[in-house]
Nanobody
Framework: QVQLVESGGGLVQPGGSLRLSCAAS????????MMWYRQAPGKQRELVAT????????NYAESVKGRFTISRDNVKNTVYLQMNSLKPEDTAVYYC??????WGQGTQVTVSS
């Protein structure tokens, strides 16, 4: 069965960096585009970044452009989210997503001094 397991979240000071990982299994990873979403307390889940299956084409939410980078390793079946210049408003649970309807358990990112 499809499994998505996120890791790499934590507490970081404003301006700091984190790298999230999402280890995928149970499907042919290279055949699917992958996404990162996030959900802050009291807010709707929002799309943060997407990456194509084999062409590696990426798209980002305006709020993270220039700060976040999504990438993938089709040998390790893993998608990454490198987050730099973090801000308090980036605080959220971050989820890995594979269309259609497959979510990871989420990893908490807290940006605070």
């Amino acid at each position: 069965q499809v499994q998505l397991v996120e890791s790499g979240g934590g507490l970081v000071q404003p301006g700091g960096s984190l790298r999230l990982s999402c280890a995928a299994s149970g499907f042919i990873f290279s055949g699917y585009g992958m996404m990162w979403y996030r959900q802050a307390p009291g807010k709707q889940r929002e799309l943060v970044a997407t990456i194509g299956s084999t062409d590696g084409r990426t798209n980002y939410a305006e709020s993270v452009k220039g700060r976040f980078t999504i990438s993938r390793d089709n040998v390790k079946n893993t998608v990454y989210l490198q987050m730099n210049s973090l801000k308090p408003e980036d605080t959220a649970v971050y989820y890995c997503y594979r269309p259609v309807g497959f979510w990871g358990q989420g990893t908490q990112v807290t940006v605070s001094s």
